[in-house]
């Protein structure tokens, strides 16, 4: 996931798009427990999100079009623990990220904050899971983010598949 975004050329409506490709993702009985908090770069609840992130998040994110914070309801409509709420979200983030790569934007997902802190911060009740943060933008310029991330703009290595898929029972 690419580090190197900016806010120049991001707008609302590119936003929106992107969350409309997630709202459209398979879920467990349809229950779509995902929902998006979001800020964009420049507005009043900007400095708040950038707050959530740790330090080294903070010095590249800071740049990006769209902080957003990603949570899950726990239960169904009746109060039944959704035990597939993470993996709906999962589908959900998933087509938002695939949705700004055909669009030529860049999302960057990361556990790199204070779970905690957002919870209070953006009012998330208990019945909620916080479950991640994005940065979403435009490409960025590799010169704008700092040099010791810089080496790392660039796509990374995948296990092979005999690491990851087995027939019948699991191997280690």
Known sequence: SPRALTKKGFTKKNLMVL????????????????????????????????????????????????????????????????????????????????QARMKGLITHGMAGFNYKKARKELNISSDFKVEAMIAIGSQGNIEDIPERMQKNEKPNKRKPLKQLIFKGKFKK
């Open 19 to 98: 969350f409309e490709a997630a709202r459209w993702a398979p879920s467990s009985s349809n229950i779509q427990p995902w929902r998006f908090l979001y800020s964009m770069n420049g507005d009043k609840n900007w400095n708040k999100f950038c707050n959530l992130l740790n330090n080294f998040n903070k010095m590249w994110a800071k740049n990006s079009g769209a902080l957003v914070v990603i949570i899950s309801k726990k239960t169904d409509e009746v109060g039944k623990l959704n035990k597939l709420s993470s993996f709906d979200v999962g589908a959900a983030w998933e087509n938002l990220a695939l």
